[in-house]
């Protein structure tokens, strides 16, 4: 069965610093999709990142940047130069095939993280 | 451009009562997935509706159940609810054909409160 992992309940960071939050995975599935989404206080899951099991290259939007390492099934995100509205929830998640139209992602129990000043 | 639309963002509600919690998807995506998010715990997958039709779904009991109509807005009915029932309720919205990532927009969430 497919299952996400954070194991990082918690997180500070210094605003401007880069901060590294964890994710592994399993499947047996060779063909899978790896999200990585926000949840400020507000409750909307805001989506940020997108690496799909067979791309070459590691995912970058922004500020973002997922660290995947096929191998030994790891999606880190990276957020560089941290900002105090980058303090919220956030959930590592998996979907069954790379370009797949199901609505069903797996989710991990998520990391919050909070910047200081 | 409208997002996604979740309505009512809160309700109460008592133990054997039932709950009907609304969803319009983003503009232009025809499936609307549901989803049940515990006090901090990530979300569970509840199903997911296309061309009016339930298509997949989770480990969700019968009591939870769903319809769409044929504007593509959504609606996640519980019956005989339970205090477990006691969750933020997220509908997200993808277009089904879009050949890419499938990328789910989520609304804000319905929070349930039962009692």
């Known amino acids: 069965a497919q299952k996400i992992t954070q194991t990082q309940p918690g997180m500070f960071v210094q605003e401007k610093e880069a901060v590294t939050l964890d994710c592994t995975y399993d499947?047996?599935?060779?063909?899978?999709?790896l999200f990585w989404y926000k949840q400020p206080s507000s409750g909307e899951m805001i989506f940020l990142i997108y690496?799909?099991?067979?791309?070459?290259q590691n995912a970058t939007e922004g500020r973002y940047s997922l660290n995947f390492q096929k191998a030994r099934k790891s999606a880190n995100l990276v957020i560089s130069a941290s900002q105090l509205g980058d303090s919220a929830m956030y959930f590592c998640?998996?979907?069954?095939?790379?370009?797949?139209?199901?609505?069903?992602?797996?989710f991990g129990q998520g990391t919050t993280l909070q910047v200081k000043p | 451009d409208a997002g996604v639309t979740q309505s009512p963002t809160h309700l109460i509600k008592t133990r054997g009562q039932q709950v009907t919690l609304r969803c319009s998807p983003k503009?232009?995506?025809?499936?609307v997935s549901w989803y049940q998010q515990a006090l901090g715990q990530g979300p569970q997958f509840i199903f997911q509706?296309?061309?009016?039709?339930?298509?997949q779904r989770g480990n969700f009991p019968d009591r939870f159940s769903g319809h769409q109509f044929p504007n593509y807005s959504s609606e996640l009915n519980v019956n005989a609810l339970l205090l477990g029932d006691s969750a933020l309720y997220l509908c997200?919205?993808?277009?089904?054909?879009?050949?890419?990532?499938?990328?789910?927009?989520f609304g804000e969430g319905s929070r349930l409160t039962v009692l």
């Open positions: 503009s232009g995506h025809d499936t």
């Open positions: 690496q799909g099991s067979y791309d070459q």
């Open positions: 998640a998996m979907r069954e095939g790379q370009m797949s139209n199901t609505g069903k992602l797996i």
């Open positions: 499947t047996s599935d060779p063909s899978y999709g």
């Open positions: 997200a919205s993808s277009f089904r054909a879009s050949g890419g990532t499938g990328e789910l927009f």
């Open positions: 509706y296309y061309e009016e039709e339930e298509r």
